[in-house]
T-cell receptor
């Protein structure tokens, strides 16, 4: 009963390096999201995908790109990491992307950029 | 400017007593509110929600109250248990745009329930 799976769980990067965070869900959900969590800031939406084949910017998209590879997978890429991107990243999914639906979250990726 | 505010970063409560977590919002267009619970090293999990057409929703030990005129909601946990120790996030949603679920989260309140 995996739900939403994120890899890796931890990552340390040097400034300027690139990496991709992977996310997969097995609940046949249409919508997927990437959030970042910073102290005192709550969870902020980076990008989302309302359905397979579509992606859109959230509140804090600068410095990130995403790919909705198929219905199950939604990846987040940092092309040139910066210390300001040190954060905990959460992937989430929901059935149809409606406001009264609950989100299902992965366990997170703790990223440090030195 | 934060649209959803949880002004208490932490709360400590004795086991068996009531825990009250508060949340304020500024945008009157929000019409759906949710609470998520987060344990360390885990992702948030949905706890309880309320629509703006209601002023109370109850689920077991958890009750959420909504005061639209004050733009305030609260989560009551009765009785509190040590397993309730976690970070609680308040979230609000408005009319969907483009068919997506845009939630605005508060900064969270860390609840510690002591035996």
């Amino acid at each position: 009963n995996a739900g939403v799976t994120q890899t890796p769980k931890f990552q340390v990067l040097k400034t300027g390096q690139s990496m991709t965070l992977q996310c997969a869900q097995d609940m046949n959900h249409n919508s997927m999201y990437w959030y970042r969590q910073d102290p005192g800031m709550g969870l902020r939406l980076i990008y989302y995908s309302a359905s397979e084949g579509t992606t859109d910017k959230g509140e804090v998209p600068n410095g990130y790109n995403v790919s909705r590879l198929n219905k199950r997978e939604f990846s987040l890429r940092l092309e040139s990491a910066a210390p300001s991107q040190t954060s905990v990243y959460f992937c989430a999914s929901s059935d149809m992307g409606q406001p009264n639906e609950k989100l299902f979250f992965g366990s997170g990726t703790q990223l440090s950029v030195l | 400017d934060q649209q959803v505010k949880q002004n208490s970063p932490s709360l400590s409560v004795q086991e068996g007593r009531i825990s009250i977590l508060n949340c304020d919002y500024t945008n009157s267009m929000f019409d759906y509110f949710l609470w998520y619970k987060k344990y360390p090293a885990e992702g948030p999990t949905f706890l309880i929600s309320i629509s703006s057409i209601k002023d109370k929703n109850e689920d077991g030990r958890f009750t959420v109250f909504l005061n639209k005129s004050a733009k305030h909601l609260s989560l009551h946990i009765v009785p509190s248990q040590p397993g309730d120790s976690a970070v609680y996030f308040c979230a609000a949603s408005g009319t969907p745009s483009g068919g997506y679920n845009k939630l605005i989260f508060g900064a969270g309140t860390r609840l510690a329930v002591h035996p």
